[in-house]
């Protein structure tokens, strides 16, 4: 298993007040493809910071980047978002006026990856795979539950054929018996598909079912045993 996003020694704080508030000091870590990653912490320990920095939406004060060992600095944060990485958030960030399937063809058009030329049919397959069936994918994104707006989310990120996949906290709005589900759905595209899966939670039941289980900690990231 070879890593696929490697961080070192990255650095981010602001000044609050006069003082210098650190929330990431000098943490390095190596992300291993095919494996569905939690990163717990209390609040205000940093983790959406951390996710926001690793998918590009943000930028460290100091430290590297590496996807799949070429710098980040040099490939370029935009094409890193374009090409590389699919985002999951916690509030879906769904285009509310299109339909399920709209939504992931908007995504399909923001890639410079090779795609199957029929985006359409592409795009009711990934639907189809989370759960989401042709009728309800040609509904409004605001006439589906939010169970089902969280799986347009996790096929929205994969309409890209990328090899990461971030997640801050996909199942906070959720309930239990829709939380084991999204959880199952991150599960195979690791097992099945090799995605990178990489989640920021609360919650410990998911953290359980996860591959590996870190805890951001005084700006670093710790191994759970």
Do not use: C, W
């Amino acid at each position: 298993m070879s890593t696929i996003l490697k961080l070192e020694n990255i650095s981010y704080g602001y000044i609050d007040g006069g003082f210098k508030r650190d929330i990431l000091k000098e943490l390095s870590y190596d992300f291993q493809e095919g494996k569905f990653y939690t990163i717990l912490g209390p609040s205000g320990s940093g983790k959406t910071t951390l996710l926001s920095i690793i998918a590009g939406l943000d930028k460290q004060n100091s430290g590297k980047i590496y996807y799949k060992g070429e710098d980040l600095d040099k490939l370029g944060l935009h094409k890193y978002r374009r090409n590389a990485m699919g985002i999951v958030f916690q509030s879906f960030n769904l285009i509310n006026y299109l339909t399920a399937l709209e939504n992931i063809l908007v995504a399909m058009n923001e890639t410079d990856n090779e795609l199957p030329k029929n985006h359409k049919e592409l795009a009711y397959g990934l639907l189809n795979m989370v759960g989401i069936v042709e009728s309800k994918a040609d509904r409004q994104i605001n006439k589906l539950s939010g169970g089902e707006q969280q799986r347009v989310a996790i096929a929205r990120s994969m309409a890209s054929n990328v090899d990461l996949i971030f997640a801050d906290e996909p199942t906070g709005n959720l309930d239990s018996k829709t939380e084991l589900e999204v959880v199952k759905l991150f599960q195979n595209l690791t097992e099945k598909y090799g995605k990178t899966i990489i989640v920021v939670t609360h919650s410990e039941e998911v953290s359980k079912l996860s591959d590996s289980r870190l805890f951001l900690k005084d700006g670093k990231l710790i191994d759970i045993e």
